[in-house]
């Protein structure tokens, strides 16, 4: 019990992402004050603003994938549900605390995933202050609902290791916070229609550039890439945060 309590008290980060619902509605100066150092004793690692692409929307919520509230769940982290003609005031605002049990001390004051419940349930809570908004289809049959609930915040220590590692590369975290392994690029990647590649041809982005310094275990799916081997980690889930705030979605 006391290895546990021991286990549960140990250095984290975790990430909360401010989403458009809470920017809209003009809560960002609440939530943070709800999350200040004062409050919580967890302090800022990283930050930074973000126009959520479709990759890195799809793969932050993976796991809900093929739900029926998974087409709105998306829609709804890339801004397109608050902003649908508003392109450039989609965003969402990442930040990464850190701490002792950062992880529970942000989800217990993020409150219940439906705000409902977090009404019922913690109602000093962030999400209590959410919405439920019902998804109808073209003759106003409800056929879903989407859960508006101002944060996001990692559930699990795992979890927040993954999420930090999607959203932000080693350099956007100062370096005495910085708990994942981290190593060197030794290879240029370019991004182009085809997809990954190592070699340059005009038109291609590069990803990660030779001499950079990027997550170990990015280096590793890369490294199995080459060698043409399954990926532990998606190439999606690699490449989508030294992607970010450089691919816009006009189409969308
Ligand atoms: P996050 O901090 O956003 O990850 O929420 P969570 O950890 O409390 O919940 P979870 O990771 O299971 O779900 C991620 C998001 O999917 C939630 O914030 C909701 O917006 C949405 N979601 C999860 N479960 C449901 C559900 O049963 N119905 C609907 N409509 N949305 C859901
Ligand atoms: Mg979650």
């Not at 989403?19 to 990283?46: C, M, N, V, W």
């Not at 609930?149 to 979890?159: G, V, Y």
């Not at 290879?187 to 001499?211: K, M, N, Q």
Request: proline share 6%; net charge neutral.
């Amino acid at each position: 019990m006391q290895a546990q309590n021991q286990d549960a008290q140990e250095f984290q980060l975790t990430l909360v992402l401010i989403k458009p619902d809470a920017l809209k509605l003009s809560l960002t100066g609440y939530i943070l004050s709800q999350l200040s150092e004062t409050h919580t004793g967890l302090r800022f690692a990283a930050a930074k603003i973000v126009h959520v692409s479709r990759r890195l929307a799809e793969q932050h919520y993976a796991e809900h994938r093929g739900k029926p509230f998974y087409t709105h769940l998306i829609n709804y982290i890339m801004g397109k549900s608050h902003y649908p003609d508003l392109p450039h005031r989609r965003r969402v605002i990442a930040i990464v605390y850190s701490g002792y049990d950062a992880v529970n001390t942000v989800r217990r004051i993020a409150g219940p995933t439906n705000p409902h419940e977090a009404r019922e349930k913690a109602p000093g809570s962030i999400r209590a202050l959410g919405t439920v908004v019902p998804i109808k289809d073209a003759e106003g049959r409800l056929i879903s609902e989407r859960l508006d609930n101002l944060i996001h915040a990692s559930a699990t220590p795992e979890e927040a290791e993954r999420e930090i590692k999607l959203w932000f590369t080693p350099t956007d975290i100062m370096p005495f916070m910085r708990i994942y392994p981290t190593d060197y690029a030794q290879e240029h990647y370019y991004l182009s229609e085809e997809g990954l590649t190592t070699s340059w041809r005009p038109g291609c982005y590069c990803v990660v550039a030779a001499g950079e310094l990027v997550w170990k275990s990015d280096l590793e799916a890369l490294r199995l890439w080459r060698q043409g081997k399954p990926t532990p980690i998606s190439l999606d889930a690699v490449i989508a945060k030294y992607l970010i705030n450089t691919e816009q979605t006009p189409a969308e």
